[in-house]
């Protein structure tokens, strides 16, 4: 069966300092990776998404990039945090191929800029 | 735009009662739907999901949703809640023929009272 890790679970960071977080996929291959932020009260919104290695669409403009240096390994990260980067971060993943479109989530990281 | 609606932001309810959390989407040729339940501070697990097929759609723990092509609507439903159904609820949507992405909308939060 296929499994999601993200890590940290939390993260307490400065204002300035650099970030990196982590999401790895098991049991599947080539799938379509998502990295999503949700503000305190608010809803999912999509950060990032991958179909392929070295492939990486950005929805929203921000100080934040990803990549995709394996096929089943997504990283977020930033040079220089700010204190609007707080939220909830949420990677997912989803079939590359088939009809069947949901996206299946991590556990999420929580990350505080102080 | 595409576009997903939730319009309760919350929904208190008593334990036993029924409950319906609401869901519009802007309208399209081909859509595919999704429910979401979101526990406090994990990711989100998938409830249900509309592809194709019966507009009545049965998921996990007892939650069903209907799929209304004339209305753009796809309501989700439980007859009798219980304590443990309080979380936050996201409905999703995804278009085709760009069906990579999911367009969540901004969650209703049931909260569920002895």
């Known amino acids: 069966s296929q499994t999601i890790h993200q890590w940290p679970a939390t993260l307490v960071q400065p204002v300035g300092s650099p970030l990196s977080l982590e999401c790895t996929v098991e049991?599947?291959?080539?799938?379509?990776l998502y990295w999503y932020r949700q503000a305190a009260g608010r809803g999912l919104q999509l950060l990032f998404y991958s179909v392929g290695i070295g492939q990486i669409s950005s929805e929203v403009p921000q100080n934040l990039s990803a990549s995709r240096p394996q096929d089943r390994q997504f990283i977020l990260s930033s040079k220089k945090l700010l204190l609007s980067d707080s939220g909830f971060y949420l990677c997912?993943?989803?079939?590359?191929?088939?009809?069947?479109?949901?996206?299946?989530f991590g556990p999420g990281t929580r990350l505080t800029v102080t | 735009a595409q576009s997903v609606t939730q319009l309760d932001s919350q929904v208190p309810v008593f334990e036993e009662a029924p409950v319906e959390l609401r869901c519009n989407y802007s309208?399209?040729?081909?859509?595919?739907l999704f429910w979401y339940v979101q526990y406090p501070n994990q990711g989100l697990q998938l409830l249900l999901k509309y592809l194709s097929g019966s507009t009545l759609v049965k998921g996990i723990n007892g939650f069903e949703a209907e799929f209304n092509k004339s209305q753009t609507s796809f309501h989700l439903r439980k007859p009798s809640v219980h304590i443990s159904d309080t979380a936050e609820y996201f409905c999703?949507?995804?278009?085709?023929?760009?069906?990579?992405?999911?367009?969540f909308g901004t969650g209703t939060r049931l909260q569920v009272f002895p």
């Open positions: 309208s399209s040729v081909s859509v595919y």
């Open positions: 997912a993943w989803s079939p590359g191929t088939g009809a069947t479109y949901e996206q299946y």
């Open positions: 049991g599947t291959s080539n799938p379509n």
């Open positions: 999703a949507v995804t278009w085709g023929p760009n069906t990579d992405k999911l367009i």
